[in-house]
């Protein structure tokens, strides 16, 4: 299993500012996800982030908007980038454990943000 | 890209009685297809799963069955109980150098006591 610690766990931003959201794993994973999750929707992948390499984005998202970094196998930060209201949303950041061919996605708790 | 259809979106069931949540899928490579439940204001957690080579697998009150042919799979829950109320989540996952988790839309289910 993996244990995540994200946070902030919830935010209250200006539109035009910027927010980090940070995600610690318990355990060495090669890759982390990035999830952005409407109120009462499901979960839209926003990227993938390797450790060494730049991130890789789903369509729709970019990197000017949603930088990412990650700087060694257990950390990641996703920057939601000059908000607006229409960003305001849950963020989870999520790592895949594979064992046996069964791959089980643990989550962090979320960030819940709110752009007035 | 993967994509995955989930029906109903919402699901109303009294106490006791059976609900079942379907899911179809795009990509014949996905091998892997992960059920999470996600009560209200939680993570979402994996309940139940199922392999490609594998038909049906059954777990308590909780059972999966998957077409391959058909590229569907569906969640079947028995004797519900209030406390399986909350949203579900299908997912399937191509192993492409390690694993990209696509879900559905989610189904909200609501069990009246």
């Known amino acids: 299993s993996a244990v995540i610690s994200q946070k902030p766990s919830r935010d209250i931003c200006q539109r035009g500012t910027s927010l980090t959201i940070q995600c610690q794993v318990d355990?060495?994973?090669?890759?982390m996800f990035w999830y952005r999750q409407q109120p009462g929707q499901s979960l839209t992948l926003i990227a993938t982030?390797?450790?060494?390499?730049?991130?890789?984005?789903e369509s729709g998202f970019v990197i000017d908007k949603f930088p990412i970094s990650r700087p060694n196998l257990t950390f990641s930060t996703l920057t939601v980038s000059n908000m607006s209201p229409e960003d305001s949303s849950i963020y989870l950041c999520?790592?895949?454990?594979?064992?046996?061919?069964?791959?089980?996605?643990?989550f962090g708790q979320g960030t819940r943000l709110t752009v007035v | 890209g993967e994509n995955v259809e989930q029906h109903p979106s919402t699901l109303s069931v009294q106490e006791g009685d059976s609900a079942v949540i379907k899911c179809t899928y795009s990509d014949s490579a996905s091998n892997y297809f992960p059920w999470y439940k996600q009560e209200l204001g939680k993570r979402p957690q994996l309940i139940i799963d199922i392999r490609s080579n594998v038909g049906e697998k059954k777990d308590q009150r909780i059972a999966v069955t998957l077409n391959k042919t058909a590229k569907h799979f569906s969640l079947h829950i028995t004797e519900t109980q209030p406390e399986d109320s909350a949203v579900y989540f299908c997912?399937?996952?191509?192993?492409?150098?390690?694993?990209?988790?696509?879900f559905g839309a989610g189904t909200r289910l609501f069990v009246k006591a």
């Open positions: 355990s060495q994973v090669t890759m």
């Open positions: 999520s790592v895949e454990v594979g064992r046996g061919g069964r791959t089980e996605a643990f």
């Open positions: 982030a390797n450790q060494g390499s730049e991130a890789t984005y």
């Open positions: 997912a399937a996952s191509v192993a492409t150098g390690g694993f990209k988790t696509i």
